[in-house]
């Protein structure tokens, strides 16, 4: 790294990391400029597509013209709301390489929900998957300065302007803002995360190298692309390394698991510990030779999981731990196989560090528990916007809210969750997202919502809901009303009314009023 | 007797009102305007439509099952070759 570089303090680390590329736009290039007939891309589906490096570089470049053509700005921002598809990919890469700043939507939140962060991240224009086009049109009218793009082809696209000529791009710098991430947020709305060239590019390398990928690796990408982990770990991490990535749509993705690793030899994915409990329960058998090594992270993997995943699929699985404000992974468990210490959550990646700090940011003694920070290349600039929530970034150090240990080897262990997040198949929801969406209902008093054990998914959503007096409320009266108003994914899947219980009058509060989340999911496990 | 499209749609309606817990369907959608469709239920969907219809879709079947006009194409194909 050259010294010139505006390196936040939470982003200096004690040794020196050599980053080969100047922004994801020189990665790319610099690939397709070394391999040019290998296949960068493989989208199997009804609509199969396969792009070899030199393919792909060109039809970035015709959509980068087509964007530029559209009028849109370096640093402009666009929303891309999409399942995974290659028409995601295109346009990620095209706006990256103009200098734009991707923010990806996950098409499965809620009409409200997508234009919060179309308005929050004052986004220019939207591109949408043409099979939202009822989710769209009931927030295309509210937001008259934006831009709306159907996009059911690429090809169809780029026909509106003439993109054969050679495009001039803008210079683009490793801090330039590449991607603003929406992470679920304590208050209800979500927080854009925003990442630059660097963060993607270091995280890409601190993975690549870590599982040692070459140009024969092929990675699979189940997880979704609008999340940081589909998007670094199984898009850039193989780009770093001039490998294959099979990508497919994550709804289709479970049945057809082992099929898909058997038919496109796939060597390596990353998956959520969810997924592995989905395909233990499952009767399909692995076929392949190629799979050598799965990443699991974004939830807790319990010892009996891994256990029972090994012996049956006999693949090894490599915890890490990491979050949208370290890109993706920040540790991984040892490479191979037999150097991994179980149970843990691995050493750091090259590209950053980590410490268990104390209330006062204080190094604690190794087995002590204190919170999980990281410093390094790979952590986040800070949130959109919000000073408050930017407290995280302090002292040198992203505190991660997560509680963990470090053993005397460097050694990382995850413990749990300081606030009351709650993990439901990877995917992170607070509880005041639900809560504010319940409490816009008339006869409700009050309400308070926690995450409660699940055997495939690890947690699912719990409402604790009173009715005012006199009023006649049914579960299912209020599961109607949440519905379309968030995400089907924060839906409560146990919804309690407080009115019905003997042994509860009222959600249990502290003395300056906050919901005492730990007592409400302790009385949950004591009574049901 | 029967029109065997009727049929099929309407049994196929029935599966599909099932397997996502809802009540209304339309016969036109993608998985993406069905925000039940999620991959475990993706599963369900394969087993109960080669139960009802006592067919066997082949593995690359299921990762183009992407709308319900596909899956009832799916379904038209092997009652055909039967």
Known sequence: MKSNYLIQEHQKISHQVKLDYNNV????????????????????????????????????????????????KKNDKISLIFHNSSEFLILYFAGLCCGLTIVPVNPEMSSREIKYIIEDSYSKTVFYSDTLESKINKIRDSLSN??????????????????????????????????????????????????????????????????????????????????????????????????????????????????????????????????????????????????????????????????????????????GYGLTETTSFSCINNYPAESRMVGSIGKPLQINEMSILNENSQEVEENIEGEICIRGYNVANGYLGDAKTNHAFRNGWFHSGD?????????????????????????????????????????????????????????????????????????????????????????????????????????????????????????????? | MVDPKTDLDTRLEKILKEVFQIEEVDLNFSMDEIPEWDSFKHYELIVAVENEFKIKLEDVDTIEITSIPIIKSKISKYLNEK
């Open chain 1, 403 to 528: 509680y963990g240990t470090r053993d005397k080897d460097g050694n990382f262990y995850f413990h749990g969750r300081k606030d009351s997040l709650i993990i439901k198949g990877g995917e992170n929801v607070y509880p005041a997202e639900l809560e504010n969406v319940l409490y816009k209902h008339p006869d409700i008093d009050e309400c308070a919502v926690i995450g409660i054990p699940d055997e495939l998914l690890g947690e699912d959503i719990c409402a604790f809901v009173k009715i005012k007096d006199k009023a006649q409320l049914t579960k299912n009266d209020l599961e109607k009303f949440c519905k379309n108003k968030i995400a089907s994914y924060k839906q409560p899947k146990k919804i309690i009314i407080i009115n019905n219980l003997v042994d509860l009058n009222e959600i249990p509060k502290g003395p300056t009023k906050k919901v005492l989340y730990r007592k409400l999911k302790e009385y949950y496990r004591n009574s049901f």
């Open chain 1, 25 to 72: 736009r020189d990665l790319l290039f610099k690939k397709a400029e070394e391999n040019p007939n290998k296949k960068y891309l493989i989208c199997p589906g009804e609509k199969h597509e396969e792009f070899t490096y030199s393919e792909f570089k060109t039809i970035v470049d015709q959509t980068s013209q087509f964007l530029i053509k559209s009028g849109l």
């Open chain 1, 146 to 319: 934006v831009k709306f793009k159907k996009t059911k082809s690429i090809k169809d696209l780029i026909s509106l302007f003439d993109t054969r000529k050679k495009i001039e791009y803008n210079q683009i710098s490793l801090h330039d803002i590449a991607v603003i991430i929406y992470t679920s947020g304590t208050a209800g709305n979500p927080k854009g995360v925003i990442l630059s060239h660097l963060n993607l590019l270091s995280d890409a390398m601190g993975i690549s190298e870590w599982f040692k990928f070459t140009k024969d690796s092929r990675c699979l990408c189940i997880l979704p692309l609008f999340h940081n982990n589909g998007q670094i770990t199984t898009l850039l991490a193989p780009l770093y390394a001039g490998a294959s990535t099979i990508i497919i749509k994550g709804k289709i993705s479970l049945y057809a698991f082992w099929f898909l690793v058997n038919e496109y030899q796939a060597t390596w994915t990353s998956v959520m510990a969810s997924i592995l409990s989905m395909l233990l329960s499952l009767p399909n058998e692995r076929k392949d030779n190629s799979l050598t090594a799965i990443l699991c992270g974004g939830q807790i993997l319990t010892r009996s999981v891994q256990e029972q995943f090994e012996k049956r699929f006999k693949v090894p699985i490599f915890e």
